[in-house]
Antibody, heavy 121, light 113 residues
Framework: EVQLVESGGGLVQPGGSLRLSCAASGFTFSSCAMTWVRQAPGKGLEWVSTISDNGINTYYADSVKGRFTISRDNSKNTLYLQMNSLGVEDTAIYYC??????????????WGQGTLVTVSS | DIVMTQSPDSLAVSLGERATINCKSSQSVLYSSNNKNYLAWYQQKPGQPPRLLIYWASTRESGVPDRFSGSGSGTDFTLTISSLQAEDVAVYYCQQYYSLPFIFGPGTKVDIK
């Protein structure tokens, strides 16, 4: 059974940093691209970032480019999202999601339960 | 960037009746080399993460009831629930994965009339 478990969310002050993690199990992690999607309270889904299966290719939404860094450790079956210079507009549930293949140009087929990031003073 | 729009914003349908949701992309998401539309549909129930329903515009994900179907090509797509059930109350999103950024539509809320 595919499982994606996010951690690392919480309350952070504007300008602060946070690192999200996603522990994956139940599939061959190193064969799948991985994606972060966020959802602000009461709002729709926003694609944030995708990383290819081997970690070489990374893609970002303009809203986070230069502030967020996606990475992965295939030896630990773990996906990360380093978030710097956080603003109140980054407040959201952050979902870790599996892309249905090695590249990013595929749908997301499994989602974690999400971790809440709140940026507030 | 490709802009995704959905209509209507919300709809209420009687149990057992058909629900139709439209999604439009500002550019074609049909990749000519493989003749595939890079378009997916997701369902999100309250308090839950999204769930993949349809990919390649019309391929149903494993385990998805056959009352859900997707159609369309190029820039215009439709998600149809042929006979609405109580458990289908949710917000439905389309998403293009043809080009970066992989934008989601704004969502359509489906309720019971």
């Amino acid at each position: 059974e595919v499982q994606l478990v996010e951690s690392g969310g919480g309350l952070v002050q504007p300008g602060g940093s946070l690192r999200l993690s996603c522990a994956a199990s139940g599939f061959t992690f190193s064969s799948c691209a991985m994606t972060w999607v966020r959802q602000a309270p009461g709002k729709g889904l926003e694609w944030v970032s995708t990383i290819s299966d081997n970690g070489i290719n990374t893609y970002y939404a303009d809203s986070v480019k230069g502030r967020f860094t996606i990475s992965r450790d295939n030896s630990k079956n773990t996906l990360y999202l380093q978030m710097n210079s956080l603003g109140v507009e980054d407040t959201a549930i952050y979902y870790c999601a599996r892309t249905a293949g090695g590249s990013g140009y595929l749908p997301v087929d499994y989602w974690g339960q999400g971790t809440l990031v709140t940026v507030s003073s | 960037d490709i802009v995704m729009t959905q209509s209507p914003d919300s709809l209420a349908v009687s149990l057992g009746e058909r629900a139709t949701i439209n999604c439009k992309s500002s550019q074609s998401v049909l990749y000519s080399s493989n003749n595939k539309n890079y378009l997916a549909w997701y369902q999100q129930k309250p308090g839950q993460p999204p769930r993949l329903l349809i990919y390649w515009a019309s391929t149903r994900e494993s385990g998805v009831p056959d009352r859900f179907s997707g159609s369309g090509s190029g820039t215009d797509f439709t998600l149809t629930i042929s006979s609405l059930q109580a458990e289908d109350v949710a917000v439905y999103y389309c998403q293009q994965y043809y080009s970066l950024p992989f934008i989601f539509g704004p969502g359509t809320k489906v309720d019971i009339k």
